[in-house]
T-cell receptor
Framework: GQQVMQIPQYQHVQEGEDFTTYCNSSTTLSNIQWYKQRPGGHPVFLIQLVKSGEVKKQKRLTFQFGEAKKNSSLHITATQTTDVGTYFCAPSGSARQLTFGSGTQLTVLP | DGGITQSPKYLFRKEGQNVTLSCEQNLNHDAMYWYRQDPGQGLRLIYYSQIVNDFQKGDIAEGYSVSREKKESFPLTVTSAQKNPTAFYLC???????????????FGPGTRLTVL
C-alpha cells in the first residue's frame, strides 16, 4: 500500500489555539481519507479528498490536498476539548484498501 | 440499528492458545477488514475480503487466519504462531461503490486481546 509519514506524532495545545497535522508521501496519491479516533474508541471517518489542490471545510476543521497530491493537512481552528483524539490520514491503494498513517495524538488543555 | 459489532470487548487468553474474534455487520457492505493497533501506533492491515469465500493477506497476516462464509461475518483467528498477539483488534467494513477511489470504512468498537 501507499506509505505516508504523519507529523507531528504528538501535539499539546491550550484550548482555543489552532492545530495542524500533516501527511506526506514520496509518491503521488490517488486520494486520501482522514479519520479521528477518540481515546479508547474506534476510528471514525471524517472526509475524503480526491482532487489536486482540494480544500474542504467542516465547521472548524479544514482539510487540504496538495497540488502534487503528495501531501495533505488537517487544520483545526480554535481547538476545543472535544477535539481530543488521534487523527489519522489514510490513502487508498490499488486494491482499494487503506494504509493508515501513524497518527497525530492531540491533547487539548483546558 | 445498523452497524458493526465485535465481541467481546476484552479477551484474555493463555499463551499457546488459538483465539477467534468475531465481527458481524448488518450494513450490507461487500468488503470487510481486520486491523491491529498497538499502543500509540497506527492501524496495520491483517486481512481483507471483498467478496464471500475470498480474502487477501494484508501487511501483517502471519500468525492470523480468517474466513468469509457469509457476507455479514468475518471472524479472525489469532493462532499460537503469532509471536506477539496482545493488541487492540479492529474490524471494519465498507461498500464497494465502484467510484475508483478508496471507500469509506466503518469500524466496530474493537476487541482488546491480552495474552498472558
Amino acid at each position: 500500500g501507499q506509505q505516508v509519514m504523519q507529523i507531528p506524532q504528538y501535539q499539546h495545545v491550550q484550548e482555543g489555539e489552532d492545530f495542524t497535522t500533516y501527511c506526506n508521501s514520496s509518491t503521488t496519491l490517488s486520494n486520501i481519507q482522514w479519520y479521528k479516533q477518540r481515546p479508547g474508541g474506534h476510528p471514525v471517518f471524517l472526509i475524503q479528498l480526491v482532487k489536486s489542490g482540494e480544500v474542504k471545510k467542516q465547521k472548524r476543521l479544514t482539510f487540504q490536498f496538495g497540488e502534487a497530491k503528495k501531501n495533505s493537512s488537517l487544520h483545526i481552528t480554535a481547538t476545543q476539548t472535544t477535539d481530543v483524539g488521534t487523527y489519522f490520514c489514510a490513502p487508498s491503494g490499488s486494491a482499494r484498501q487503506l494504509t493508515f498513517g501513524s497518527g497525530t495524538q492531540l491533547t487539548v488543555l483546558p | 440499528d445498523g452497524g458493526i459489532t465485535q465481541s467481546p470487548k476484552y479477551l484474555f487468553r493463555k499463551e499457546g492458545q488459538n483465539v477467534t474474534l468475531s465481527c458481524e455487520q448488518n450494513l450490507n457492505h461487500d468488503a470487510m477488514y481486520w486491523y491491529r493497533q498497538d499502543p500509540g501506533q497506527g492501524l496495520r492491515l491483517i486481512y481483507y475480503s471483498q467478496i464471500v469465500n475470498d480474502f487477501q493477506k494484508g501487511d501483517i497476516a502471519e500468525g492470523y487466519s480468517v474466513s468469509r462464509e457469509k457476507k455479514e461475518s468475518f471472524p479472525l483467528t489469532v493462532t499460537s504462531a503469532q509471536k506477539n498477539p496482545t493488541a487492540f483488534y479492529l474490524c471494519a467494513s465498507s461498500p464497494l461503490t465502484g467510484g475508483g477511489h478508496g471507500d469509506t470504512q466503518y469500524f466496530g468498537p474493537g476487541t482488546r486481546l491480552t495474552v498472558l
